[in-house]
């Protein structure tokens, strides 16, 4: 494949980002000082750093076919990153639940926009069913503790 071409493939910057993100958890995975507590982020990460690098040789060899000229952010996208980059800030002032139960609901009336009544109903009763399941899962089932806030 030729350089202008490459540069121009779309799965190539896909690939270099789940890299990145791959580098990232390793960063993090090795800050985590107990060990049984590594075997999952390190599973998650092995499938996105493998996963990245099959994107980026695809492009290489000319198999992938994803023009980057044609991407580009919406305003949902960029509003649902919005709200991930706010909710990284509100666990440790809401506490974990709290701020899992704002977020989900408010991706949830970004993605399912415009909204009618129906909707905002759906989003309402799946952010307090999610939440209730990640309770069930990580503080009874699993024992784990959470960032506590304010709230819960």
Known sequence: ??????????ELYVGLGMIAV?????????IISVPESRIFPGFAAAVIGISGLSLVIRACQGKAHGDASKLRIH??????F????VA???FDILGFYTTLLFMLFAISLCVEYPLTRKKVIFSVIYS???TILCFICFSICLGLT???GVLI
């Open 146 to 148: 959470t960032p506590m």
């Open 75 to 80: 305003a949902k996208e960029l509003a649902a």
């Open 1 to 10: 494949m030729e350089k202008k071409e490459l540069w121009r493939n779309s």
């Open 82 to 85: 919005a709200i991930l980059v």
């Open 22 to 30: 791959f580098c990232i958890l390793l960063w993090q995975i090795a």
């Open 128 to 130: 307090i069913a999610i």
């Open 88 to 90: 990284c800030f509100l």
